[in-house]
């Protein structure tokens, strides 16, 4: 039986500004255990997060789902910023922000992520070392290997492109290239399928747009996830597509075989499936039987 929930509107402070969030909790259960999420590579809280949000809450779980400074409602001068960096602090913002909180046992909490924060959350649980259970989907691990997978033709504009923009945040300006795009299209990412899935994903009335600072090609071959996989102290449940067109599968094991206790399971899916059926509801079944055994639900 699905257990009622609440929600409501949080705003917390992290660096240079702050994050706005969803908190979805019982407000008869006294302290909960709670899992924080964010979403992947330029993507926002609003799309199909609630999905797996409601999931959770239903099942007597916690969420706090964020959108990163600079994205969806969160403000921020410099929109759609993707940076590995900012938004590992984000999370570490939230994780101060909830352990605040009167609903929430500070003593049971875990992280979701997918994609770019696939990678991020492994990393936030090294750095933190206090949470209870991590769960990367379709996680991004190494860049390393996706950037091996992506077109050698496009590493010439995009260093180009991604070093003026740099210049350009020393006076506060900006230049954006397209974040999704179609084998062969100058964009960030051109996987097979992604630009019809990312921008299928958008909901209806956002005001996100297909674009990102180009600063990010400077920082994410310096995001290696992996390498901190081995100082990961809790439980971590790994889900990953077989058929995935941008994450290389190798890279996925490599860091699985890395880390003190994982769980992991393959899928025949691509990267964009999980958030749809059949895969969606298989993927957080499993979420929830995960969250609820290492969080204590009771």
């Given at each position: 039986m699905a257990r009622a929930y609440t929600t409501r509107v949080v705003r917390f402070e992290s660096g240079d500004g702050e994050c706005v969030g969803d908190l979805y909790f019982d407000p008869e259960a006294g302290k909960q255990p709670f899992v924080i999420m964010a979403h992947g590579f330029g993507a926002e809280r609003t799309w199909k997060l609630p999905d797996f949000a409601v999931r959770f809450a239903e099942a007597g779980i916690g969420v706090l789902n964020f959108d990163y400074r600079g994205f969806g409602d969160s403000p921020g001068e410099v929109r759609q910023w993707v940076s590995p960096s900012r938004h590992r602090e984000d999370f570490h913002a939230a994780l101060r922000f909830l352990r605040s909180q009167p609903i929430a046992d500070a003593a049971r909490i875990g992280l979701w992520g997918a994609s770019l924060s696939g990678g991020n959350v492994l990393m936030a649980a090294a750095e933190d070392g206090n949470l209870i259970a991590v769960s990367c989907l379709v996680p991004?691990?190494?860049?390393?290997?996706?950037?091996?997978?992506?077109?050698?033709?496009?590493?010439?504009?995009?260093?180009?492109?991604?070093?003026?923009?740099?210049?350009?945040?020393?006076?506060?300006?900006?230049?954006?290239?397209?974040?999704?795009?179609?084998?062969?299209?100058?964009?960030?990412?051109?996987?097979?399928?992604?630009?019809?899935?990312?921008?299928?994903?958008?909901?209806?009335?956002?005001?996100?747009?297909?674009?990102?600072?180009?600063?990010?090609?400077?920082?994410?071959?310096?995001?290696?996830?992996?390498?901190?996989?081995?100082?990961?102290?809790?439980?971590?449940?790994?889900?990953?597509?077989?058929?995935?067109?941008?994450?290389?599968?190798?890279?996925?094991?490599?860091?699985?075989?890395?880390?003190?206790?994982?769980?992991?399971?393959?899928?025949?899916?691509?990267?964009?499936?999980?958030?749809?059926?059949?895969?969606?509801?298989?993927?957080?079944?499993?979420?929830?039987?995960?969250?609820?055994?290492?969080?204590?639900?009771?």
């Open positions: 991004f691990f190494d860049s390393w290997a996706v950037m091996a997978k992506m077109p050698p033709v496009g590493f010439l504009p995009v260093t180009l492109m991604s070093a003026a923009d740099w210049a350009a945040s020393l006076f506060g300006q900006s230049i954006n290239m397209t974040l999704a795009g179609d084998p062969g299209e100058f964009a960030f990412l051109t996987f097979p399928g992604w630009k019809t899935g990312i921008l299928g994903s958008v909901p209806q009335g956002s005001k996100w747009q297909n674009k990102l600072p180009a600063r990010v090609a400077l920082e994410l071959p310096f995001h290696r996830p992996i390498l901190s996989a081995s100082k990961v102290n809790c439980p971590v449940l790994i889900q990953y597509g077989k058929r995935d067109e941008g994450i290389p599968v190798q890279s996925v094991l490599d860091t699985a075989k890395q880390l003190r206790s994982v769980e992991i399971e393959e899928y025949a899916m691509g990267h964009i499936q999980p958030f749809k059926e059949p895969w969606f509801s298989k993927i957080a079944d499993r979420q929830v039987e995960f969250f609820s055994t290492r969080l204590s639900v009771h």
